[in-house]
């Protein structure tokens, strides 16, 4: 089983400061790691997606993430955040090669202070 | 807008009601998945369809909830004999097989239906 931890429950920033989100997983097999991204009153939607290749992806949005295996964790960073990026995020993983089901972190809230 | 659409967005019951839920896929997505997420949790998995197939449920969808995708387009969730702990967001999904080895295809979430059984 597939298991995903966010380390942090609230995140404060100011704006146009960088801002990195944790997310460590855990798995006897091999996964694909997501971010999702979930603004009020709207349904998630992706960021990034690590699949295969080169361990730092970039989304939508000017996000980012690397994957590490040896810690197995999947951080999100954002070098300069605005107030529009106030939202909850949400660390996934899906199994390789087995059913397409996520399973997801309990999910950071990103606040973004002036 | 094309996207992931379900109904109702809201819905209230009273404990013991039955309810049942609607979810319009992105057109031509032959996946669709169903995930529930309470206050301060992010979404589990529930189900999830390949056309009309059911392909896999959690062990979460006890013998009260049932989901259907007649002719592999929309798709129903019923919850009868609704308990307060039913209470949450039901959000549904889709997606459109990718082929290839190393690829995993996108999904695409509605807005969810928030459930409040009293």
């Known amino acids: 089983a597939q298991s995903v931890t966010q380390l942090d429950s609230q995140v404060p920033v100011f704006e146009e400061a960088p801002v990195e989100l944790r997310c460590n997983y855990s798995s006897s097999v091999s996964v694909y790691l997501f971010w999702y991204v979930q603004y009020p009153n709207q349904g998630l939607q992706l960021l990034l997606k690590?699949?295969?290749?080169?361990?730092l992806v970039k989304g939508i949005n000017g996000f980012e993430a690397e994957f590490n295996k040896s810690q197995t964790s999947f951080h999100l960073r954002k070098p300069s955040v605005h107030i529009s990026d106030t939202a909850e995020y949400f660390c996934a993983v899906m199994r390789r090669g087995g059913a397409q089901k996520l399973v997801f972190g309990q999910g950071t809230r990103l606040t973004i202070n002036p | 807008d094309t996207g992931v659409s379900q109904d109702p967005r809201h819905k209230i019951t009273k404990r013991g009601q039955n309810v049942t839920f609607r979810c319009d896929p992105i057109s031509e997505h032959n996946r669709l998945y169903w995930y529930r997420q309470t206050l301060g949790q992010g979404p589990e998995f529930l189900t999830y369809f390949q056309n009309e197939a059911q392909l896999e449920k959690s062990r979460l969808l006890s013998d009260r909830f049932s989901a259907e995708r007649p002719k592999g387009s929309f798709s129903t969730l019923e919850i009868q004999r609704t308990e307060q702990g039913d209470s949450a967001m039901y959000l549904c999904?889709?997606?459109?097989?990718?082929?290839?080895?190393?690829?995993?295809?996108?999904?695409?979430f509605g807005p969810g239906t928030r459930l409040t059984v009293l």
């Open positions: 999904a889709s997606s459109s097989r990718v082929a290839g080895a190393l690829s995993t295809d996108t999904q695409y």
């Open positions: 690590y699949l295969s290749g080169s361990t």
